[in-house]
């Protein structure tokens, strides 16, 4: 399995927060920009990438169905197809993203900068639905994201909830956390409960503990929330 990842340098974030999406992209396919997309394209639907082996496409499809908060399927790719027609003008599978991280066999085994020496006609990519959508909203609201003004992004944990079987495909729920000020929680609620193709309303709002994460300062990704709230 195919999935995006992070990278480093090039045209800087704050030169590119203000650009259309198309512009983006470009900036991202020619190399001259490798790191997060948090806080960039507003007003359009983010979307991570997930590239798979045509037999195994039907199935993750299905882990979808039965699974939509976590994998809102907004996309996919006909087989051996490397453009999502349906989601933009020119939208390339292989060189879009700042960055692709290559698992086999459930372990990630590459990181790499574009998929072209990867692709095959033998592929399927589904794009699913990303949080950082309505985080353009939350600013239009006044809410504060203390990583976009700090040009970093959220931090995520692993928790307890499962997931719905398919095939091969189970788990338990990642979840990407935001530390709101208490006056933000029931707005912040009622503007990302408008987006389900972006995960909609949190999951969970309060003790993390209920969820497994033992400890909110040791993300499995993104932020060090010791950072984050310093």
Request: hydrophobic share 40%; net charge negative; proline share 6%.
């Amino acid at each position: 399995m195919i999935v995006s990842g992070a990278g480093s340098l090039g045209i800087s974030f704050e030169n590119l927060r203000k650009a259309p999406a198309g512009q983006v992209r470009s900036a991202i396919r020619l190399g001259h920009y490798r790191r997060h997309t948090a806080g960039l394209a507003a007003g359009c639907l983010q979307a991570n990438l997930v590239v798979l082996p045509r037999a195994q496409a039907d199935h993750f499809e299905l882990f979808c169905a039965l699974n939509p908060r976590p994998c809102p399927v907004v996309g996919h790719t006909s087989v051996g197809d490397p453009y999502f027609h349906t989601l933009g003008n020119d939208v390339d599978v292989r060189r879009d993203l700042p960055s692709y991280n290559i698992y086999r066999d459930g372990e990630l085994v590459e990181q790499v900068s574009d998929l072209m020496d990867h692709w095959s006609d033998g592929l399927v990519a589904f794009a699913l639905g990303c949080s950082f959508t309505f985080e353009t909203a939350f600013s239009r609201a006044g809410i504060e994201l203390w990583h976009i003004a700090n040009n970093t992004t959220v931090p995520m944990f692993r928790t307890n909830l499962p997931l719905a079987e398919a095939g091969p495909f189970k788990g338990h729920m990642v979840v990407s956390m935001r530390a709101l000020a208490t006056k933000d929680v029931d707005r912040a609620t009622e503007i990302s409960s408008r987006f389900p193709w972006a995960h909609g309303g949190p999951v969970h709002i309060g003790d993390p503990a209920t969820m497994g994460i033992a400890d909110i300062t040791k993300p499995d990704w993104g932020l060090n929330l010791l950072s984050y709230l310093s």
